[in-house]
């Protein structure tokens, strides 16, 4: 079945069942593995892009429920690592293995956009994403210096 | 000189810490030499020297999260005398020359990337320097003695001349390879020791990093699978149909305690297996449950099982001593710790892609066990290893996990049943349902103490399952002899203990067990850890007091821990409501110490203030790195200890993903502060050492907190949680 869907600013036909979440379409269909499978169950957010602007767990998401809305993935944070999240990821030192990272600096990214100053209490609501090689203390650095905030302690 | 140099960005993270992170340069050269042959020359295996300059240094250690690349290119590219712009990292072949010295195989395991090889890696880029100034000295026909190297460039100071190694690589490869080779001297150290920028961190903020799940080879399939729930299983018989039905699904193949559909894509073929209903044979399954078996694991410790006496002993000389330092016993303690079946949980679940046809095999393989996987897929297969290619991709985290090679034989067999290349891709139910988990563990500790309240001997029993039957197919099961020794791990010989005696019994459940970051060191730690803090409570004496007792002067465990203490203020009172615990353990060569300082609330709800850890690695290659894979222990230890817990109903695990097994979230986090102890002793560990010591040091904070002594993990299942 083809369907249209728009992805970081261009429009794919992608022909798949309706009900292939959005994740599989974006990774099998159209080629783009940035965004990672961790769970399948919308539990650790590896897979997480942003659908008008706002975080989705695209192991969620149907395709049928996509429709016109503009699917954002990490590969369109920047097209150079210039976004100053990734800039900040690189200088705090924040991923270890990496894998949880796309779907971290999505939700980051989404964070940013919604409160420029974001408190800790702030983060720590939209940060939900797991990590098991426990990057969470840089991360919420990195957050803090991509925004401009005063840093905490010394990683 | 290189000329005109991209941006090379020195930046200041913080107060105190620099992160150095250079831009590769355009490698352009102003002035150089006549340029080399237009072949890259290998100066010796390790190294690669490419006509216009830049330098391929080779890895033996996968890449798992913990960084090894970047050290191992550290370490070369000091010995060698390097440009660091120019320095690239790759994954060196599946070849003998290329095994891990320390562990004969090409394996990442036992935090011996570094450890393991360090003299290794540093001989052979002292080699390949010697031989680029014998080249140089060569053709400017003076003594090698007379000659010194610049980043990159081998010069004669005398005569003012000077030559690019991308020069002189080819000739350098001829010359002879000198058997003991000047050692850089630490003084001319620029990147051991540093807090050098990761190399493989870049591609990791951006989505271009590839793992295993990301490979993609033309006409590839994918497949999903589904294993035998109970463990032990087999497959008795599935009808093919409809899966076969479900759009884009080519093929059911039959595994012999599994299926899996093959389709164009990984949905498709979730699809079609979920719409099988295969019938298993359980005649030879595990029937296990939790509660019995643990139940069984206290009565095997209470029993007491055999002796296991220390290399150059006996079991009758072992019990002996033993007696002898109990003679001066007034009183003995006893305590019994229970910790549960964990999982390793990776976020990048298990999958491996395989290409058979008749004259061989080819994977890739997010991997932690190269030479080992290449043997039993050819095994498999019924090829000559010579014939199986192994390609190692990064790793969503290992964790011990990749060690194992279930799923690169599964991908390999489907593959070969298929005809194509296939991506074998296993769901996060599957992953968690079919791990080779950390073993359950009963520990009973007998110490003896004496009129000052010490304990002069002390009897460790363990009942568990054994890894050796399980990991890599039981491989080296015969090892198990007279019983699997693994449940010891590091003995603590470390504290003043007169004698030492170990009890093990092998309890199977049936489960595959394997290797989990820390190894027996996660449950010992555990035992060792609250034990301690319990005698010197008993004997009303202070925790570090105590221990400090217990130690050698002037040992790196007694400097450890004292530098734990003093930057976690352990000797001022902390604030109102909040407490401290204690826990220290030496592991793979190095010696780590943590505070823990939390408050605990009503309903046993938990805040953590904040993590003080101090770790001697001896040389720290990457210190910054040291840091990183600290706290990342920290994390992984602290879910374990408050939820991590498989249990088994009828020889199956009930757990299936992250709703029923629960893992720590930044929410939760407290500061972590580590410290890494300047050292110039050889390298230990830095990948798994903090995971042991953890939560004791939660648990002896609470014991202050409550009054309330935990014996047993998960904290969950004594009402304590993170609030």
């Known amino acids: ?68 809305a503009r699917v954002t993935t990490i590969e369109a944070l920047s097209p150079d690592r210039s976004h100053k999240l990734q800039q900040a990821w690189i200088i705090e030192q924040v991923p270890q293995c990496g894998y949880c990272q796309s779907g971290m600096l999505m939700a980051a990214s989404a964070l940013l956009r919604d409160k420029p100053k974001p408190t800790d209490a702030d983060i720590d609501a939209a940060m939900t994403n797991l990590c098991r090689c426990g990057t969470y203390n840089r991360v919420r650095r990195a957050i803090k210096r991509a925004a401009g905030m005063p840093l905490g302690e010394a990683a | ?135 140089a000295a060569a053709q400017w026909n003076v003594v090698p003695a007379e000659c010194d190297t610049e980043a990159g460039w081998v010069v004669h100071r005398a005569s003012q001349r000077r030559q690019p190694y991308r020069a002189l690589a080819a000739s350098a490869a001829t010359m002879p390879v000198p058997e003991n080779p000047p050692l850089m001297p630490r003084e001319r150290w620029r990147f051991m020791g540093k807090d050098i920028a990761r190399l493989d961190l870049p591609a990791k903020t951006d989505g271009s990093a590839s793992y295993g799940m990301d490979v993609k080879v033309p006409g590839m399939k994918v497949a999903a699978i589904l ?35 093959v389709a164009d894509s990984y ?158 891709v296993w769901s996060r139910e599957e992953d968690m349902r079919h791990d080779f988990y950390r073993p359950a563990v009963a520990i009973k500790l007998t110490a003896g103490i004496n009129a000052d309240g010490m304990p002069v001997a002390l009897q460790v029993g363990s009942a568990c399952e054994s890894l050796l039957e399980y990991s890599r197919n039981g ?38 067990v394997g290797y989990w970051r820390s190894v027996a060191t996660s449950q010992n730690g555990f035992a060792y850890e609250s034990f301690i803090d319990e005698l010197a409570h008993q004997s009303r004496q202070d925790p570090l007091a105590y221990r400090r007792k217990l130690l050698k002067a002037g040992s790196r465990e007694l400097a450890t821990l004292n530098a734990a203490c003093a930057r976690a203020h352990w000797e001022q009172a902390p604030a109102k409501g909040r407490h401290r615990g204690l826990a220290m353990v030496k592991a793979n060569g190095s010696y780590v110490a ?39 222990g920290i994390v992984y230890a602290l879910s374990a200890a408050f939820y991590g817990e498989i249990s088994l109903k009828d020889g199956a695990v009930e757990q299936s993903n992250f709703h029923d097994y629960r893992l720590i979230g930044l929410a939760d986090m407290p500061p972590v502060d580590v410290l890494v102890i300047d050292s110039s002793e050889a390298p230990g560990g830095a990948g798994e050492e903090t995971v042991g010591p953890l939560a004791p040091a939660v648990t002896n904070a609470l014991f202050a907190a409550t009054g309330k002594r935990v014996t047993t993990l998960p904290l969950s299942r004594s009402g304590f949680t993170l609030g």
């Not at chain 1, 599989?24 to 080629?31: A, C, E, H, K, P």
């Not at chain 1, 919308?42 to 008008?52: F, I, M, Q, S």
């Not at chain 2, 080399?36 to 490419?50: G, K, T």
């Not at chain 2, 290329?98 to 890696?121: D, I």
């Open chain 2, 1 to 135: 000189m290189i000329a005109n140099p991209q941006r090379r960005t020195l930046l200041k993270a913080a107060a105190g810490s620099l992160v150095v992170a250079i831009a590769p340069a355009a490698l352009v050269d102003a002035g150089a030499a006549p340029a080399a042959a237009a072949a890259p020359a290998s100066v010796n295996s390790w190294v690669v020297i490419a006509p216009d300059g830049a330098v391929t240094i080779l890895s033996n250690t996968s890449e798992i999260g913990q960084g090894t690349g970047t050290a191992i290119a550290q370490i070369l590219a000091d010995e060698l005398d390097l440009d660091w712009r120019t320095v690239r990292i790759d994954m060196a072949p599946v070849e003998d020359k290329f095994f891990n010295a320390g562990w004969g195989e090409y394996a990442t395991y036992g935090s011996g990337g570094v450890a393991r090889q360090f003299p290794q890696l540093r001989k052979a880029g002292a080699q390949a320097r010697a031989m680029l100034i014998g080249a």
């Open chain 2, 475 to 512: 491989a080296d099961r015969e090892r198990a002899r007279p019983v699997d020794p693994s449940p010891i791990g590091e003995p603590p010989r470390y504290y003043n203990f007169a004698a030492i005696l170990f009890r093990i019994t092998t309890m199977d459940a049936g489960v595959p």
């Open chain 2, 594 to 632: 943590i505070v823990v300082e939390l408050s605990a609330g009503d309903g046993g709800k938990v805040k953590l203030h904040r993590i003080t850890c101090a770790i001697d690695c001896g040389t720290a290659v990457n210190p910054k790195n040291v840091r990183s894979q600290a706290e990342g």
């Open chain 1, 1 to 68: 079945m083809a369907h249209t869907i728009n992805i970081n600013g261009k429009n794919h036909q992608v022909d798949a069942d309706p009900d292939t979440p959005l994740l599989w379409v974006l990774r099998d269909s159209i080629g783009l593995t940035g965004t990672k499978f961790g769970c399948g169950a919308g539990l650790c957010g590896a897979c997480t892009v942003h659908l008008n602007g706002q975080v989705a767990r695209s192991c969620t998401v149907p395709l049928s429920a996509v429709g016109k």
């Open chain 2, 227 to 261: 294993q035998c729930p109970h463990f032990g299983g087999k497959l008795a018989s599935v009808d093919a149909a409809p899966a076969m039905a479900v759009r884009g699904v080519l093929r059911v193949v039959q595994l012999d305690n599994a299926v899996a559909v």
């Open chain 2, 267 to 424: 949905w498709q073929a979730k699809k079609g297996l979920d719409a099988l209903a295969p019938a298993w044979d359980l005649a030879k399954a595990s029937r296990h449950t939790s509660s019995a078996y643990n139940a069984a694991l206290v009565d095997a410790v209470n029993k007491g099982g055999a002796v296991y006496p220390p290399r150059n002993s006996s079991a009758d000389k072992a019990q002996a001593d033993y007696n002898t330092a109990m003679a001066g016993a007034v009183r003995t303690v006893d305590q019994l710790y229970t910790v549960p079946f964990l999982c390793h949980a990776p976020m990048e679940p298990m999958n491996a892609t395989a290409r058979v046809d008749k004259d061989g095999a080819e994977l890739w393989l997010p991997t932690q066990t190269q030479s080992n996987s290449r043997a039993a897929i050819a095994k498999a297969l019924g090829f000559e290893p010579a014939r199986v290619t192994i390609h190692t991709t990064l790793s969503g985290g290992g964790f011990g996990r990749r060690i194992e090679y279930d799923f690169a034989v599964q991908a390999a067999q489907i593959a070969r049943a298929t005809g194509t290349t296939v991506k074998l």
